[in-house]
């Protein structure tokens, strides 16, 4: 079983700079696509940053140039860096991660989701 943990959400200020990071353990033989999502209230969850194990990112374009996701892969650690928060990144963060488990023989890729950590941004 693998676990994802997320950390280091709360409340800022509008033009404040949060950073998040997301944790994984457990059981598994490596981690290949982490990913950052968020849901806003009443909104549906949306895919905000993406990272492979060498480093290629994609950012959604309403973050883009705002937030800036990077991973320690001996840490088996994701973080996202957001910078300029506006009211409207308000929203559930969301840790993901696409996981090799099992033996070398017969491994299985899975996706695990964290709970989630809240992000407020107002004055």
């Known amino acids: 079983q693998v676990q994802l943990v997320e950390s280091g959400g709360g409340l800022v200020q509008p033009g404040g700079s949060l950073t998040l990071s997301c944790a994984a353990s457990?059981?598994?033989?490596?981690?290949?696509?982490m990913s950052w999502y968020r849901q806003a209230p009443g909104k549906e969850r949306e895919l905000a940053a993406t990272i492979t194990p060498s480093a290629i990112t994609v950012y959604a374009h309403s973050v883009k140039g705002r937030f800036t996701i990077s991973r320690d892969n001996a840490e088996n650690t994701v973080y996202l860096q957001m910078n300029t928060l506006e009211p409207e990144d308000t929203a559930i963060y969301y840790c993901?991660?696409?996981?090799?488990?099992?033996?070398?023989?017969?491994?299985?890729?899975?996706?695990?989701w964290g709970k989630g950590t809240l992000v407020t941004v107002s004055s």
């Open positions: 457990g059981n598994f033989l490596s981690i290949v696509t």
């Open positions: 993901n991660a696409d996981v090799w488990t099992g033996g070398t023989v017969t491994a299985t890729l899975k996706n695990y």
